[in-house]
């Protein structure tokens, strides 16, 4: 009984949920509170491990790059300046949707050095050129800042380019089209640009980060499997 227990239920470190498994996937295992999945709880179990223990967390200015969510509940919570924002393709960055501020990440129009933590879930494998990202994220964090985020993260040395845009615009596809879901286009409506393996690290390093740290959760009590995060730090 203990072990059935212990292997099909949780507690969701987001929100003190119960966590029940719906499927033998590491996606499976959900909170029926607030939904996270494994990774919602990974990156929430390695942003309180850096961030707890600050005086005057609620301080901290932070930037999500998504506006729904079991993260950004966890954030909105745990934080009073967390700025959030979605892509959308119909929309000018910095204008609103709906009352959602439309960010791209390879263009931000925050000013130099204004967050603490920047935060992200599965999204910069969608970003075509992510060094230009991953340029702006240290742009617009403060000196030391982190940068908290995910994606699905293979452990092979090189990252696999999928597709690309060449020099006149049109998106070339090097390899068979791979698309993800998310909340705003739904299923399978969003391209992987690439399969990132661990050279993500010098990507980020490529781009101006000064360390960076492949986080690995694990916690049969919260259901994460060993899920990768990555800290970088400005
Ligand atoms: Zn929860």
Known sequence: MGN?????????????????????????????????SYVHRAIGLTINKYFEQKQNIQNVTVYELSSRGALFKFLQKKFKNLVFSEFYDDVTPGEYKNGIQCQDVQNLTFEDGSFELVTSTEVFEHVPDDLK?????????????????????????????????????????VLPP??????????????????????????LKQAGFSSV??????SLKHQIARKQVIVAEK
Do not use: M, Q, W
């Open 213 to 218: 740290e492949i986080a690995r959760p694990s």
């Open 4 to 36: 059935f227990i212990k292997n099909n239920f949780g507690i969701c470190n987001l929100c003190n949920g119960i966590i029940v498994k719906l499927n033998n996937l590491d996606y499976g295992y959900r909170c029926i509170n607030c939904r996270s």
């Open 178 to 203: 791979e698309y993800h879901g998310d909340r705003i286009r739904g299923k399978e409506h969003v391209l992987a640009f690439r399969n990132y393996g661990l050279d993500i690290v010098d990507r």
């Open 133 to 173: 990202g991953f340029r702006e994220v240290v742009r617009v964090l403060k000196p030391n800042g982190k940068f908290i985020f995910t994606v699905p993260l293979f452990e092979v040395p090189t990252t696999i380019e999928r597709a690309h845009f060449d020099k006149d615009g049109n998106l070339v596809h």
